[in-house]
């Protein structure tokens, strides 16, 4: 099992609706991550947190919203997203961002269609 | 040219095989590789996490680091169909934060 919690495991949405995806770790990592992953693909980054601040947003569109409310839980929140977002949203966390001695650690992702 | 090349496979090996999957980059300022290990419909799961060049071992697998030919490998012996999912190969950059992965490789092991 993951120390890295995801849910829910699976969500449908329409294109108007709200919901949000969470994501937890109790390792005491500083830094959390969202990463978008398509099929047959590598994990593409969307945004990184650090200390419960953005520090890095990878020119993802607005529809995509994340919020870290403390250091163990990170969210993310979707409206009126496309088709094209359907994919596994993967949540992982690391000790400090530019902590180059502790990789990241990956959840088992939401995986996300839209209709 | 991408940061990290990576061949997609897929690659189907008998089980008992010794199993072979390399990545090469294209930037000497990457320092740390790691290995990840992704099945069916589940996150990425780190197997290996190597720094200087040279071999590091866990178990079945061994990670190789060659700096100077900027290559990357990881065999895993006595493979099992358990060892059925994709590789990833990712690396950190020394500046930065930006954490680079290889497109995976499929592999299949076949009882």
């Known amino acids: 099992d993951t120390e890295v919690t995801q849910t829910p495991k699976h969500l449908v949405m329409g294109m108007t609706n709200k919901k949000s995806l969470k994501c937890e770790q109790h390792?005491?990592?500083?830094?959390m991550y969202w990463y978008k992953q398509k099929a047959k693909k590598p994990p593409e980054l969307m945004f990184v947190?650090?200390?419960?601040?953005?520090?890095i947003n990878e020119s993802v569109p607005s529809r995509f919203s994340p919020e870290c409310p403390n250091s163990s839980l990170l969210n993310l929140h979707l409206h009126a997203l496309q088709p094209e977002d359907s994919a596994l949203y993967l949540c992982?966390?690391?000790?400090?961002?530019?902590?180059?001695?502790?990789?990241?650690?990956f959840g088992d992702g939401t995986r996300l269609s839209i209709l | 040219q991408k940061e990290v090349e990576q061949d997609p496979g897929p690659l189907s090996v008998p089980e008992g095989a010794i199993v072979s999957l390399n990545c090469t980059y294209s930037?000497?300022?990457?320092?740390?590789f790691m290995w990840y290990r992704q099945y069916s419909r589940k996150g990425p799961e780190l197997l290996m996490y190597?720094?200087?060049?040279g071999n590091k071992e866990d178990g079945r697998f061994t990670a190789q680091v060659d700096k100077s030919s900027k290559y990357i490998s990881l065999f895993i012996r006595d493979s099992q169909p358990s060892d059925s999912a994709t590789y990833l190969c990712?690396?950190?950059?020394?500046?930065?934060?930006?954490?680079?992965f290889g497109t995976g490789t499929s592999l299949t092991v076949i009882p």
């Open positions: 990712a690396m950190y950059r020394g500046a930065g934060n930006q954490f680079y």
């Open positions: 992982a966390s690391s000790q400090e961002l530019g902590n180059y001695n502790q990789p990241q650690h």
């Open positions: 930037n000497s300022a990457f320092q740390y």
């Open positions: 190597t720094y200087s060049s």
């Open positions: 390792m005491g990592h500083r830094a």
């Open positions: 947190y650090s200390y419960e601040k953005l520090s």
